[in-house]
């Protein structure tokens, strides 16, 4: 059984760097692609960086370039988001994801119906 779980959310000042994390198992992670979406309040969940198979390529939001990082380490099965200074529209809940078809893309890889695997979520909370 597949599984997913992010941590490293929490309560943060504008300005603050955060890392969030997801923890996969019950597959070998080599072969596929992941990703980062998250979901504000009222809003609807959006695309926020991918990362193909060997992480060699990666996709991030216009809304986020230069701001966060995505990366994996495949040997410990785990998916990163470097996150630094933080903005108060950064508060969500942030969601990893595997695509189970895909080790890499050919167009950016956005649309959520991609992924075959998701994660509960953690919490990210930008505020004074």
């Known amino acids: 059984q597949v599984q997913l779980v992010e941590s490293g959310g929490g309560l943060v000042q504008p300005g603050d760097s955060l890392r969030l994390s997801c923890a996969v198992s019950?597959?070998?992670?080599?072969?596929?692609?992941l990703a980062w979406f998250r979901q504000a309040p009222g809003k609807e969940r959006e695309f926020v960086a991918a990362?193909?198979?060997?992480?060699?390529?990666?996709y991030e939001a216009d809304s986020v370039k230069g701001r966060f990082t995505i990366s994996r380490n495949n040997g410990r099965s785990t998916l990163y988001l470097q996150i630094h200074n933080l903005k108060p529209e950064d508060t969500a809940v942030y969601y990893c994801?595997?695509?189970?078809?895909?080790?890499?893309?050919?167009?950016?890889?956005?649309?959520?119906?991609?992924?075959?695997?998701w994660g509960q979520g953690t919490q990210v909370t930008v505020s004074t």
């Open positions: 994801a595997l695509d189970r078809y895909h080790a890499f893309w050919r167009t950016a890889p956005t649309s959520g119906s991609l992924y075959t695997h």
């Open positions: 019950g597959i070998t992670l080599d072969d596929y692609g």
């Open positions: 990362i193909s198979m060997n992480g060699v390529s990666t």
